[in-house]
């Protein structure tokens, strides 16, 4: 089995912060603000309280070494339900047009159809 891989993710993207990695628990809304190998810093917005909290070594939801309690006690993050749609969505896109270039149509000109002469 290959070694875990942490999905991507850039500093600055909005993520999902769940206590002890637990997705039976509400999320809190964050912002990573570090990226290592296999862990996020993110500064996680606290509904109950009016500044940040920063949670360092972060591992994400999949991650199997969460299951290990000086892991979980940093919690888990995913992806936001908003992001997963534009990874869908970008996935949609790379998809078409890897489609239209495994089968090129003649290209045409907005308005004329292929047998009219160009003129």
Same mark, same amino acid.
């Given at each position: &089995?290959?070694?875990?891989?942490?999905?991507?993710?850039?500093?600055?993207?909005?993520?999902?912060?769940?206590?002890?990695?637990?997705?039976?628990?509400?999320?809190?809304?964050?912002?990573?603000?570090?990226?290592?190998?296999?862990?996020?810093?993110?500064?996680?917005?606290?509904?109950?309280?009016?500044?940040?909290?920063?949670?360092?070594?972060?591992?994400?939801?999949?991650?199997?070494?969460?299951?290990?309690?000086?892991?979980?006690? &940093?919690?888990?993050?995913?992806?936001?339900?908003?992001?997963?749609?534009?990874?869908?969505?970008?996935?949609?896109?790379?998809?078409?047009?890897?489609?239209?270039?495994?089968?090129?149509?003649?290209?045409?000109?907005?308005?004329?159809?292929?047998?009219?002469?160009?003129?």
């Amino acid at each position: &089995m290959p070694p875990y891989r942490m999905p991507q993710v850039e500093i600055g993207l909005l993520v999902l912060w769940y206590p002890d990695g637990n997705l039976q628990l509400p999320p809190h809304c964050g912002v990573v603000t570090r990226v290592s190998a296999q862990s996020l810093c993110i500064n996680c917005f606290d509904p109950m309280l009016l500044n940040v909290q920063p949670r360092d070594g972060v591992k994400h939801v999949g991650d199997p070494t969460l299951r290990r309690e000086e892991a979980r006690a &940093m919690g888990g993050w995913d992806y936001t339900p908003a992001y997963r749609r534009l990874l869908d969505l970008e996935f949609a896109v790379k998809e078409l047009l890897n489609a239209q270039r495994e089968s090129p149509a003649t290209p045409t000109r907005p308005g004329r159809h292929a047998a009219q002469p160009a003129g």
